[in-house]
């Protein structure tokens, strides 16, 4: 089966554009013990306590050691995150 090429210059190809999410990676905190992660929804407004995931962990070093879970916050788009230890100390920090 052969082409000419003018021929496979009139055909049509459709061509599909995969779209990639991007994350813009700001920074990382260590938690700080007693504080709450609070996800802000500039869109509504709103201040919730954040979502988060059990990761679990293998450690292959050594054999006695068991596996550990790590929680990993769910990030949803166009949110910001704070560490504070109340609702209102959050909102002070977001300065809102």
Do not use: W
């Amino acid at each position: 089966m052969r082409v000419d090429i003018q021929q496979a210059y009139k055909m049509e190809v459709p061509i599909v554009k995969e779209e990639k999410r991007q994350v813009k990676f700001i920074n990382s905190e260590r938690k700080v013990p007693g504080h709450i992660m609070y996800e802000h929804n500039p869109a509504t407004g709103e201040i919730k306590p954040a979502t988060y995931k059990e990761a679990e962990i293998e450690f292959t070093g050594n054999l006695h050691t068991p596996s550990r879970t790590r929680l990993k916050l769910v990030v949803n788009d166009g949110c910001d995150y704070v560490q504070a230890l109340n609702k209102r100390n959050a909102i002070k920090k977001l300065r809102l």
